[in-house]
């Protein structure tokens, strides 16, 4: 569904004068997956995702997604994909009921089935009693929730998540997670995730890719990954014991 292959980006070193850093990344993700992307900071995760959806040009490799070569030009706004960041993007000026109708409209011309569908959106992620508000007059999970369903509705097979509930109380959070992996089921999205928190993977996510300097170090089954991992970076970053032979 979401292949990688030698997708790559280089940076000027921070501190090596002449030097730079180099970033690439393989993956293979199946339809309906959700994959964590667990690493420690400065490791290359935002730089993966904003490739991915075209933020970013890399130098090197091809992107597919549903068998399509994307293209590096191709605006993200023209990918087959949705992004939630931690901010979460609303406008200001528009009541819910628009936020969420941005996701079919950009100029929310609106027809009568579309704007049955901001409603049914916004009832799965429970704000259909919220269509008049302002983002100002909501919580900051319904905010997020505003933009999850606006996500949602663009019926995009590709879901990119950048540590958007990384801000909310941890039984809010939860909730979000819980959230998103219900809708992607519903909707046979498959979900790319980065987090920090290997309790997050544990809850939705089915498989892992545990990035270091700019690589994807170990891919595979969440429950193995992060139970038994035999990775010593990785065993690092959880916090593991290290044998003795390592």
Do not use: W
Not at 20 to 39: H, K, M, N, P
Not at 123 to 130: C, E, F, I, R, S
Not at 157 to 166: C, I, N
Not at 202 to 214: D, Q
């Amino acid at each position: 569904m979401l292949t990688l292959t030698q997708l790559s980006h280089s940076y000027p070193h921070p501190t090596q004068r002449g030097q730079s850093t180099e970033l690439c990344f393989d993956l293979d993700l199946q339809r309906g997956d959700i994959v964590a992307l667990l690493g420690p900071s400065g490791a290359g995760k935002s730089t993966l995702l904003a490739m991915i959806a075209g933020f970013l040009k890399p130098h090197s490799g091809e992107l597919q997604i549903d068998g399509k070569r994307i293209e590096a030009s191709l605006a993200p706004a023209e990918r087959p994909l949705s992004i939630l960041f931690q901010e979460h993007n609303l406008f200001p000026h528009l009541s819910v009921f628009e936020n969420i109708g941005l996701g079919l409209h950009p100029g929310l011309s609106l027809n009568d089935s579309d704007r049955e569908q901001v409603k049914a959106a916004a009832a799965k992620v429970g704000l259909d009693t919220y269509l008049d508000r302002l983002p100002e007059q909501l919580s900051g999970g319904q905010r997020q929730r505003v933009a999850l369903a606006r996500c949602l509705l663009r019926q995009r097979p590709l879901l990119l998540l950048d540590e958007p509930f990384s801000a909310l109380d941890p039984a809010l959070r939860q909730e979000m997670l819980m959230l998103v992996q219900q809708l992607a089921s519903e909707q046979k999205t498959t979900v790319l995730m980065v987090t920090h928190s290997p309790e997050d993977a544990r809850k939705i996510a089915n498989r892992c890719a545990f990035i270091e300097e700019g690589r994807v170090k170990v891919f595979g089954a969440t429950s193995e990954l992060l139970t038994r991992p035999s990775e010593p970076a990785l065993r690092r970053y959880l916090g593991m014991a290290q044998d003795n032979n390592e």
